[in-house]
């Protein structure tokens, strides 16, 4: 089974403008609403691509009931746990001639939810997949991610960690089984400027001497590299096509590789197939499904 962790979800509130500029009313062309976080897109594509899996995290206020429902209404399974104060945050992203985005805080996390998370965590059982993605609030320590892992170091459980910053350097002790930085996050971490494939893979090498597995770091319109847990590194181009929205694009990357590893158990083939399903969400401006994925397969080249 596969479960996602989302510790600060959203209720993404997406507007469409045409020629946006500061300082005077705009009128959008187009509005939608969906369910934010890193996790929660994981967990969505997952379930378009009929992976089974649970989506886990914290929810708040009426804010948090509504995402939850737009979750049911795409039967994406959900076990959140409800804080008792405060409301789940509300992200508005921009799109117009630049994408632009205000991401808000987001409720505390008190110490009693906390605890009922991890008696939920400590069910999990050998083999499962554990993601846990996005930032989290600053009511929880940066060590947040690592702490999960510890708790859960007697289960062969397969970690994936999609996060920044010490957030991310900090569970590499505990030997994810994934991490996908971008090359910006890659960039971040050792200080470096990483822009192109080749340079790429020293980096993530180094990663995996601090414990990572397998290191997937995506490069946008410039594809992917693998540094695989076998020695291996693979690498490859981006379909080409028009972005229509890049939000989730990472996470759908995830989705993918997981989806097709659990199924065929082959690095090459799962870099393909989350290579294609970022794409998907990018030129659909939908996270990716099946369908949008086979779109793109059979026009790349």
Same mark, same amino acid.
């Given at each position: 089974?596969?479960?996602?962790?989302?510790?600060?979800?959203?209720?993404?509130?997406?507007?469409?403008?045409?020629?946006?500029?500061?300082?005077?009313?705009?009128?959008?062309?187009?509005?939608?609403?969906?369910?934010?976080?890193?996790?929660?897109?994981?967990?969505?594509?997952?379930?378009?691509?009929?992976?089974?899996?649970?989506?886990?995290?914290?929810?708040?206020?009426?804010?948090?009931?509504?995402?939850?429902?737009?979750?049911?209404?795409?039967?994406?399974?959900?076990?959140?746990?409800?804080?008792?104060?405060?409301?789940?945050?509300?992200?508005?992203?921009?799109? #117009?001639?630049?994408?632009?985005?205000?991401?808000?805080?987001?409720?505390?996390?008190?110490?009693?939810?906390?605890?009922?998370?991890?008696?939920?965590?400590?069910?999990?059982?050998?083999?499962?997949?554990?993601?846990?993605?996005?930032?989290?609030?600053?009511?929880?320590?940066?060590?947040?991610? @690592?702490?999960?892992?510890?708790?859960?170091?007697?289960?062969?459980?397969?970690?994936?960690?999609?996060?920044?910053?010490?957030?991310?350097?900090?569970?590499?002790?505990?030997?994810?089984?994934?991490?996908?930085?971008?090359?910006?996050?890659?960039?971040?971490?050792?200080? @470096?400027?990483?822009?192109?494939?080749?340079?790429?893979?020293?980096?993530?090498?180094?990663?995996?001497?601090?414990?990572?597995?397998?290191?997937?770091?995506?490069?946008?319109?410039?594809?992917?590299?693998?540094?695989? #847990?076998?020695?291996?590194?693979?690498?490859?181009?981006?379909?080409?096509?028009?972005?229509?929205?890049?939000?989730?694009?990472?996470?759908?990357?995830?989705?993918?590789?997981?989806?097709?590893?659990?199924?065929?158990?082959?690095?090459?083939?799962?870099?393909?197939?989350?290579?294609?399903?970022?794409? @998907?969400?990018?030129?659909?401006?939908?996270?990716?499904?099946?369908?949008?994925?086979?779109?793109?397969?059979?026009?790349?080249?």
């Amino acid at each position: 089974m596969v479960y996602t962790l989302t510790v600060n979800p959203s209720i993404d509130y997406i507007v469409s403008v045409q020629n946006f500029s500061t300082g005077k009313v705009n009128r959008s062309a187009s509005e939608k609403v969906l369910a934010g976080g890193k996790g929660i897109n994981v967990s969505t594509v997952l379930n378009n691509l009929g992976v089974e899996n649970v989506a886990l995290g914290f929810v708040a206020g009426f804010t948090g009931e509504k995402i939850e429902s737009l979750l049911n209404e795409k039967a994406v399974r959900t076990d959140f746990i409800h804080l008792e104060n405060g409301m789940s945050r509300i992200n508005v992203k921009l799109q #117009s001639d630049v994408e632009t985005e205000i991401n808000a805080r987001g409720p505390a996390v008190d110490k009693k939810s906390v605890e009922n998370l991890f008696e939920k965590l400590n069910l999990l059982s050998d083999g499962d997949f554990l993601v846990m993605a996005g930032n989290i609030p600053s009511s929880l320590p940066h060590f947040f991610y @690592a702490e999960i892992m510890e708790k859960l170091s007697s289960k062969k459980i397969n970690f994936v960690v999609d996060a920044s910053g010490k957030l991310l350097t900090e569970t590499l002790k505990w030997k994810p089984f994934l991490i996908k930085p971008n090359n910006y996050e890659l960039s971040e971490i050792f200080d @470096a400027k990483i822009t192109d494939r080749k340079s790429v893979v020293p980096y993530a090498k180094k990663l995996q001497e601090m414990g990572a597995q397998n290191v997937l770091v995506s490069l946008a319109e410039k594809g992917a590299v693998l540094c695989s #847990s076998d020695g291996e590194v693979f690498e490859s181009d981006a379909p080409k096509g028009v972005a229509v929205n890049s939000v989730g694009a990472g996470d759908s990357m995830v989705a993918g590789f997981l989806a097709d590893w659990i199924e065929n158990k082959n690095f090459e083939s799962a870099l393909k197939n989350g290579i294609l399903s970022g794409s @998907a969400s990018t030129f659909s401006g939908e996270l990716a499904t099946k369908d949008s994925i086979n779109k793109i397969l059979s026009e790349w080249k």
